[in-house]
């Protein structure tokens, strides 16, 4: 049985903090399609990083397939011909308007290429000049547009055998269509691209990105799975271990895996022996990709792994109230900044931004992108800042697990409702936010709302840009004696029949650190 769990302690000194950003391996190509690269323009991209909170640039090289000129696995380019329309071969199977996107990655990688221009020796470089650790990021089972079995994104190796997916028998979602690390033939293959990502870049550390798409063993196998990889991650530290001596300098090994213990767990990432063994020196516990995720278990990580592993929370640029909903919407500044409030309070060394790119995928707010840079990795920096706390789900299950997504929430007239949000540090003024449907706003209005067992009246219609719901949203002021560091649960009375769809604490401002709290 777990002892009792290990909370930050308000005022002890800790390590800095910072954020750690994932570059995907296709945005640069997309977003600088037709522009004029050349070397310098290529590196000079990380620049905008210089001088944030950015500790470590992870950039990822592949999906199915690499995005540089690898020898051992298919690149992007494998079968294009830059002379053909965009009806190619390659792109058969798209429609006219995907042919055109799709083009924009496969050839300007392409000519990248073939004037011998390659981005990542050029970023891990530039990372450096500018003291930021440049990590190569390997995504370790890419479904991306597996419903199409034709699409330009697959590998000949996934074509070639799919008896070696992982439910060969059948095919009721993406992730049947994913390699089964149990087959020692798919380790192989994947450990080919390790030992060429390892030896031709010169970085600070080798990230094995779980969760691109998150399921690697048959299902009912995953048990049997575990020790097959974590045997197979022992022999990726031996390695880098090797190239460590080659180059002088530290290689560290990092992990993304889901948000908590059990479904890593239960689908065969045994994260916490990885890291109580000295495998990992990195685990980021991330959501998949369908919301942000605003209550990660970091303490239990914590009171799991020990404290020799550097934990990141991972954020998704996405924010959902529930898996159903549409349109998608992303994140802003304030919602970021209250879902990092929360996970550096708990303990979190590090803030990790997935899909937070300069364009197109990006926060829906981008021009303060900068300041998100600036403000998401330290609590000192987020002090004082307005920031919003949203109620969302876990997106990522093991087969089998029971799934709770608390929204939306059915509400009779007579029935209280309880909602736990962490929110991080205390705050001198907040507010509840609801969303109801099917019951009148003008009795919503007149709900019993309490925050810690205290009455929140009834405030205001909220004028909140997005992200929020389609709904109208209410506002209830919360008394400033009534929040808590860390968890807050918010309880309404129904007056009347309807279903609770949104539910967030906003909160506008709190007490600068101590000094000595700074990281």
């Not at 997309?30 to 522009?35: D, L, M, W, Y």
């Not at 495998?279 to 605003?294: A, G, K, N, R, Y």
């Amino acid at each position: 049985m777990l002892g009792a769990l290990s909370l930050p302690l308000s005022g002890q000194t800790k390590a800095a903090t910072g954020i750690s950003l994932n570059e995907d391996n296709s945005h640069y190509y997309f977003s600088r399609a037709g522009q004029k690269l050349d070397s310098e323009t290529v590196a000079s991209f990380v620049d905008q990083y210089a001088g944030t909170g950015v500790r470590e640039l992870m950039l990822s090289a592949n999906s199915q397939r690499t995005s540089y000129g690898s020898k051992v696995w298919d690149p992007i380019w494998l079968g294009y011909d830059p002379a053909a329309p965009d009806d190619q071969p390659l792109f058969r199977s798209m429609t006219p308007d995907q042919r055109v996107s799709a083009r924009k990655w496969v050839q300007t990688a392409w000519d990248l290429n073939a004037r011998g221009i390659d981005p990542y020796a050029l970023w891990i470089a530039r990372c450096r000049k500018h003291k930021i650790a440049p990590w190569i990021s390997m995504r370790m089972n890419d479904l991306h547009n597996v419903d199409d079995p034709d699409s330009y994104m697959h590998s000949t190796f996934w074509r070639r055998h799919p008896e070696f997916r992982r439910v060969p028998y059948r095919v009721s979602g993406w992730t049947d269509r994913a390699f089964d690390y149990g087959h020692a033939e798919v380790r192989d293959y994947h450990m080919k691209l390790v030992r060429e990502l390892v030896e031709r870049y010169d970085t600070d550390g080798l990230e094995l990105d779980w969760m691109r798409f998150g399921y690697h063993f048959r299902p009912g196998f995953e048990a049997e799975g575990a020790p097959l990889l974590t045997s197979w991650i022992a022999e990726i530290r031996q390695l880098l271990n090797v190239w460590e001596r080659k180059r002088g300098h530290r290689i560290r090994l990092g992990a993304r895996v889901p948000t908590r213990p059990q479904t890593a767990l239960g689908l065969g990432l045994d994260a916490m022996n990885w890291a109580r063994q000295g495998l990992v020196d990195m685990l980021v516990v991330t959501p998949f990709w369908q919301s942000i995720e605003t209550d990660i278990p970091i303490e239990l990580w914590r009171q799991l792994c020990g404290s020799r592993v550097t934990l990141a929370g991972g954020l998704e640029v996405l924010i959902r109230h529930y898996p159903d909903f549409r349109p998608l919407q992303m994140n802003s500044l304030e919602t970021v900044r209250g879902a990092a409030a929360s996970l550096l309070s708990r303990g979190a060394d590090r803030v990790y931004l997935f899909n937070y790119m300069d364009s197109d995928t990006a926060m829906s707010d981008l021009q303060n992108y900068p300041a998100l840079l600036r403000e998401c990795g330290s609590e000192a920096a987020l002090a004082g800042k307005p920031r919003r706390h949203v109620l969302t789900y876990a997106d990522t299950w093991a087969p089998g697990e029971a799934r709770s997504n608390p929204l939306p929430s059915s509400a009779a007239a007579g029935q209280w409702l309880a909602f736990r949000i962490h929110t991080g540090p205390k705050a001198a003024g907040a507010v509840v936010r609801l969303a109801v449907t099917g019951a009148p706003v003008e009795d919503v209005q007149k709900w019993d709302v309490r925050l810690n067992g205290e009455v929140c009246k009834f405030w205001r219609m909220s004028a909140t840009e997005k992200p929020r719901p389609d709904e109208p949203m209410l506002e209830f002021r919360i008394p400033n004696e009534a929040v808590h560091s860390g968890y807050n649960l918010v309880e309404m009375h129904a007056g009347s029949d309807g279903k609770v769809i949104w539910v967030e604490i906003a909160m506008w401002a709190h007490p600068a650190l101590p000094a000595s709290a700074v990281r």
